[in-house]
């Protein structure tokens, strides 16, 4: 059956599609001060060094009609074409990835209890269920659109660590490679979460800056201004922050990490670090596949 919740940081509604099983390498656990005062390292961290936990998160479907209230991105979900000389990328809005802690089940007695257009596709109602609480099952085309775009969809790792009472989660996803002027080019895309802990204090978002190590031996420096256009407030009223982004390496593989300048209301400034995550290729992978829903 279907289940509906409440985002408890985002507070949208959605219904969850499937499970994923993730790794989750949590820095901050394996600090005593988390507030320590650091520069950005030009050193290539191993997220292995760090005992990973498994967590359940989840694939979910937003509410397109909460999706104006959102702090965050919701296309987040992207993937190239089935055709290789197809270098556009497509996004699926209304897609979002869950952790468990973060799911608030909630009962509904609508009949079509979701807006989106893809759940009248993904979920069949269920006749022989309660009449006044209405229930959904998963549709065989739900099971079959999981099962063909499996390789873009896949969660594995989550990176987290925690700075000056701010945290920041990212989790990676390969979606392919291209050629670009007679170089092959394999790329991710990778999904942040910023969220203020302490939101009493608040938080704005000036400037990034990122380190990319590819397996081919380069190690390039990345700064500017915000993320993704904005420079967003981390406040008691909204307190998270979330968006993707993409990365192109030459190699099958490499790592980013970082960190982001943050500045008080006092005009004070932090360096909040952004956790190292590996960038691995599915070597086996047929990127896109049928972009078809």
Known sequence: MSVLFLHRVFGYRGVILFSWLARVFDRSDERSNVSSPFTISSSQPNIYEIRAQSVTYYQVLIDTRDIPYIRAQTEAVTFFGNQEQDRNLYAIPGLDYVAHEDVMPYTSTERVPLEHELFDKFFLHDPDANLQVPNFVPSEHLKSWQKRHHLWLELSDVSKDITHHIRVTVIPFYIGSRLAQDMNLHWWRYLIRIENLNPDEPV??????????????????????????????????????????????????????????MEKDDGTFIEVRIPAFNLECKLHSTPGGNSSL
């Open 204 to 261: 704005t978002l000036r400037e990034r800056h990122w380190r990319i190590f590819s397996l081919s031996g380069s190690l390039e420096t990345v700064r500017g201004k915000g993320v993704v256009g904005q420079e967003p407030r981390l406040s008691k009223e909204h307190p998270a922050f979330q968006y993707s982004s993409h990365v192109s390496l030459p190699a099958t593989s490499g790592h980013m990490w970082g960190t982001f300048k």
